[in-house]
Each structure stands twice: as C-alpha cells, then as structure tokens.
C-alpha cells in the first residue's frame, strides 16, 4: 500500500465528512470514484485536494452545481468566469445578510416591547406573529 493511499473510510476522515458524503459527491460528479485494486478503492492526493476544494468551496457558500462548474474551470483556466460566479456568491450573500440583519432588528423590536415580569398588556412578540 502506497503512504498516501486510503480507503475510502481513511479518506473521508482527513476532512472530516462521513464516507456517505464522498460517495455522494461521488454521484453528483464532483470526485471521481477510483478503481478497485483488489477488491478495495484507494484514494490519493489527488482526490484529497479535490474534497478539500469541495469542502472549502461549500464554506464560502457555493452550491454543488456551482463547484462542479469551479472544478471544470479549474482545468480550462477561466479565471473570469470563476470570478463571475465569486461576485455572484458575494451579491447572494450580502443580500442574505441584509435579510438577517433586518430579521435581527425586527426581532429586536419585538422583544424590547414585550412585557415581562407580570405585565398586563399583551406580549409584542406573540401579537406581531398573530396576524
């Protein structure tokens, strides 16, 4: 057995995903499913980096359609069109965020009117869902 060789429970474990994620990344075509040597896959660098580019493109928000895109772009060098998806990702993200934020200080509202403590007047969160 080769020092970077790994089964595919071995390989799962170096960036922490369950085997049944690398067989469906495998599905969706995002890493290759290697041939059986013996009876047994084995898994090398090259679908180490592979997995970690999948696993840190999904942290920076990109959906699997979107990475299998970054992976064949990957090979064709097409720094614009990478760029393009990234800038589309980074609106998706700030609109998101302006979502949230504004949830936030709905939120916040609310709750700074609610009656705590014994107060007789209706609860400001309870009534502002009760449409």
Known sequence: MKKDSW????FAKQ???TVET???YQR??????PDSAGG???YGQHDLRRLKFIR????AGFTLREIKE???????????????????????LDAKIADMQQARDSLKRLAGN???GGESKPCAILAAFNV
């Open 22 to 24: 690398v067989r469906y």
């Open 114 to 116: 609610c009656a705590v």
């Open 70 to 92: 970054l992976i064949g772009l990957d090979s064709t060098q097409d720094h614009h069109r990478a760029y393009q998806l990234a800038m589309r990702r980074l609106q998706e």
């Open 28 to 33: 969706k075509g995002l890493l290759d499913t």
């Open 7 to 10: 089964t595919i429970g071995q």
């Open 56 to 59: 840190k493109a999904q942290e």
């Open 15 to 17: 960036v922490n995903v």
């Open 40 to 42: 047994i896959r084995r």
